[in-house]
């Protein structure tokens, strides 16, 4: 590699990681035209075309990184969304498969950012199923999403949530104490704490984690609305009958400035 070559690589990836993507672009294409050999810059350019839409470049550059890197699973799970996009769902599916058996065959070979994303998508699926009420196969998805990010709090939360729902209250009870024991400061699993224990009738302790949650964050909307509907009367509705599904994770999520995730 020339030195002319890798200053375009190395200046191409900085504008792309600052999501400079036309000057990207420009660097990246020039890159391809003198070497074909680099999985992660058809990757990249990739990502850019699908960013303005040009969804078969997008679908064609993807194409390329995998012929250079059949086990590029980063890039397998970008063709897999951009074909999706393109109508060619089959096409989707059958990508998808493959990436998930890859990681299933080689776990230590994933890199992170396709593990998240590995995860990200078991868990919208999560969220799918557990918005029809198929609670059983949203739980299934979500400790798929678990079992290659342990650590994605966020997502164990939505996993509670889908327990108690379903009316599992002690697999709810012990998702939430694994996340307060490791993430006591991650506000929208201990507002959901609080609705899973009004939900048992333990409005005291409901109210004692709401509070938690303003001494830390005053204007959190989703727990300050649910201590002044519990303190305003005894008769009023439990949080989880009057928000349906998960929209007290949500409602947590915007007080916080946006998705939990």
């Known amino acids: 590699m020339n030195d002319q070559l890798r200053q375009l690589i190395a200046i191409g990836r ?3 990681q600052a999501r400079e993507y036309e000057k990207a672009e420009r660097c990246l ?3 391809v035209e003198e070497h074909q050999g680099f999985a992660d810059i058809f990757n990249m350019l990739g990502v850019i075309y699908h960013e303005q839409g040009r969804f078969k470049e997008a679908e064609e550059s ?3 990184a995998l012929r250079i890197n059949p086990n590029y699973t980063e890039a397998a799970l970008n063709l897999s969304v951009t074909c999706n996009d393109l109508g060619k769902y089959d096409r989707a599916r059958e990508l998808y498969s493959q990436a998930i058996a890859r990681t299933h065959e080689q776990p230590g070979s994933v890199d992170p950012f396709a593990r998240g994303k590995l995860a990200n998508m078991h868990a919208d699926l ?3 199923y557990a918005s029809i009420g198929f609670y059983d196969e949203s739980v299934r998805e979500y400790k798929n999403a678990l079992e290659l990010c342990p650590s994605f709090v966020d997502l164990r939360t939505r996993l509670a949530n889908v327990y108690r729902d379903k009316g ?3 697999a709810a009870m012990a998702e939430f104490a694994q996340i307060k024991a490791a993430s006591p400061d991650f506000l929208p699993a201990r507002v959901s704490l609080g609705v899973t224990l009004y939900s048992l ?3 005291d302790e409901a109210k004692a984690e709401w509070r938690a949650v303003l001494d ?3 204007d959190n909307r989703a727990a300050a609305a649910y201590l002044r509907m519990v303190e305003r ?3 009023a509705p439990k949080p989880g009958s009057a928000i349906s599904g998960r929209g007290d994770a949500v409602a947590a999520g915007d007080a916080d400035g946006g998705k939990a995730d």
């Open 14 to 16: 900085e504008h792309y």
């Open 29 to 31: 294409s020039q890159v």
């Open 201 to 203: 009738d333990r409005a």
């Open 62 to 64: 993807f194409e390329g």
């Open 233 to 235: 009367a005894d008769g």
């Open 216 to 218: 830390r964050a005053p």
């Open 126 to 128: 999560g969220e799918v």
């Open 168 to 170: 599992d209250y002690d």
